[in-house]
């Protein structure tokens, strides 16, 4: 089992279905995940779900709600994998997204920050092993300008087990 911190934003329905559309044709972890910003990447060792709970709710005491505006897609490649990816980055939002990720992993969870990639706060929406592929999603994406507004005001702590992630604790920001 693995424990994870994930942000599942709330964003208007129409934006919502936009981003699934085209996430079942492009992104393999569709049918695993809602669209979602992952704060604290899957931590396999050394916590009990309890204890990770408390740290995460610890960290985030205060934090504000974020509101976040997403207006283009970017190529990024997994340094742990062969997968490229296309992810929708916020504009707005976007340093208090990685502030906060900062925090999340600033005291007991540091020693499972990995340093080998800067984090980019993000919504995957395609991956594949082809980069051009994923240059063309990005393409079809941005094409055109579009605004995909939305908040975190709440995190949900996860659990990774069996191919299968399921919430544990909701942890409501500030407003």
């Not at 999340?104 to 980069?131: C, E, M, Q, W």
């Not at 992630?165 to 920001?173: A, D, E, N, Y």
């Amino acid at each position: 089992m693995a424990l994870l911190v994930l942000a599942y934003p709330d964003i208007k329905k129409s934006d919502y279905q936009r981003i699934q559309e085209f996430r079942k044709e492009h992104d393999f972890n569709c049918d695993l995940l809602e669209p979602h910003f992952t704060l604290v990447f899957p931590v396999d060792r050394g916590w009990e779900s309890g204890s990770f709970i408390t740290e995460i709710s610890k960290q985030v005491q205060g934090v504000q709600a974020i509101k976040f505006c997403l207006r283009c897609a970017v190529l990024n490649k997994d340094v742990f994998s062969e997968y490229y990816f296309t992810l929708l980055v916020p504009d707005e939002g976007h340093s208090k997204i990685v502030k906060l990720h900062d925090k999340l992993y600033a005291d007991k969870l540091f020693p499972h920050r990995s340093l080998l990639a800067n984090f980019t706060p993000h919504i995957t929406v395609g991956n594949s092993k082809d980069s051009l592929k994923c240059l063309e999603m990005i393409e079809s994406w941005n094409k055109k300008e579009f605004a995909i507004e939305g908040c975190i005001a709440v995190l949900d702590v996860a659990k990774y087990e069996n191919d299968a992630v399921q919430t544990i604790k909701r942890i409501p920001l500030a407003v």
